[in-house]
């Protein structure tokens, strides 16, 4: 480790004497990624980033230099990248969600691409669900899930739950930047709105669903950066599934919409933690654009 560390410090030092352009930072930055097993369109995200350039003008931009001190952090960036594993999202601090930008660190889970079907549901269940007024996200996280309602849907009432202080403050960052109003509240799932005493027409989450025995298959990526608490759970994967649902008796309004994104192969057993607990429902799994089992909704 330590030699391949000063053969890499040799590089940069070889490297950041002789300023490149933009298309040879990225050729050198995309093959070095690829020959270390990591994704090559990296490279296109920290140029972007360290220049402060759309992909537009990354792209017709080729032969304009790259300044060195910017050359050099990048460099690093992709070093840090390939040694550790450390997202791109934990070097850029962003992440884009729904065509908007979000805030992100280590003390929120990263936005995922599968999340956004998941508001797509959502949006065309408001549709046919009569008059909802106030919805609530559980494990929000950086809020992308309630900031992105709230503003698809500006007349809804909104609610953000999370258990970590440190993952509000995130959320409630780009909620006030993004311009939308949400309450926000601190607890286990629907305790803080059991507490006062507060109904909800929708309930919404993407908690917690990964058994801790396949902590070991996640990639490093996730594995070592994205918050635990954000990530596993007990009964193998299903505990927050179990105490939303039980918690929900308390605070749903009759004919109330229950959303869950699930693991690929949970989708059976959440359904079935659903109809125990409201016989009456129609609970629907749906797939993601990929044709795996994504998300859970229970008209109640």
Same mark, same amino acid.
């Given at each position: 480790m330590k030699s391949k560390r000063k053969k890499w410090n040799r590089l940069v030092n070889n490297m950041s004497e002789k300023p490149m352009t933009i298309h040879e930072a990225l050729r050198w930055a995309s093959l070095f990624l690829e020959e270390h097993n990591r994704e090559g369109k990296i490279a296109e995200i920290l140029l972007q980033h360290h220049l402060g350039i759309s992909r537009v003008q990354l792209l017709s931009n080729f032969r304009e230099l790259v300044p060195v001190e910017k050359q050099t952090v990048f460099m690093e960036n992709i070093k840090r990248h390939v040694e550790t594993g450390i997202p791109v999202q934990h070097l850029t601090g962003k992440e884009a969600f729904y065509g908007r930008e979000f805030t992100v660190n280590?003390?929120?889970?990263?936005? !995922?691409?599968?999340?956004?079907?998941?508001?797509?549901?959502?949006?065309? =269940?408001?549709?046919?669900?009569?008059?909802?007024?106030?919805?609530?996200? *559980?494990?929000?996280?950086?809020?992308?899930?309630?900031?992105?309602?709230?503003?698809?849907? #500006?007349?809804?009432e909104v609610f953000a739950v999370d258990i970590s202080e440190q993952a509000l403050s995130v959320a409630k960052q780009n909620a006030c930047t993004l311009g939308a109003s949400i309450?926000?509240?601190?607890?286990?799932?629907? =305790?803080?709105?059991?507490? !006062?005493?507060?109904?909800?027409?929708?309930?919404?989450?993407?908690? +917690?669903?990964? +058994?801790?025995?396949?902590? #070991?298959?996640?990639?490093?990526?996730? !594995?070592?950066?994205? #918050? =635990? *608490?954000?990530l596993f759970a007990e009964k193998n994967g299903l505990a927050a599934y179990y105490e939303i649902v039980e918690q929900s008796t308390q605070v749903l309004t009759t004919g109330g919409l229950i959303a869950f994104e699930i693991g690929y192969q949970q989708g059976e057993q959440v359904k079935t933690i659903l109809t125990n607990t409201y016989p009456k429902s129609t609970v629907d799994i749906r797939k993601d654009i990929n044709g795996k089992d994504r998300m859970v909704f229970a008209r109640i």
């Open positions: 280590k003390h929120v889970l990263i936005p !995922r691409q599968e999340t956004e079907e998941l508001i797509v549901n959502v949006l065309d =269940e408001i549709k046919t669900l009569g008059p909802a007024n106030t919805l609530v996200d *559980l494990g929000t996280g950086s809020g992308i899930i309630a900031t992105t309602l709230k503003l698809e849907k #500006p007349e809804l309450q926000f509240c601190k607890g286990s799932f629907l =305790e803080p709105l059991i507490d !006062r005493g507060q109904n909800v027409d929708i309930i919404v989450s993407n908690p +917690p669903y990964i +058994p801790f025995v396949d902590k #070991p298959t996640l990639s490093d990526t996730v !594995r070592n950066f994205d #918050p =635990e *608490l954000a």
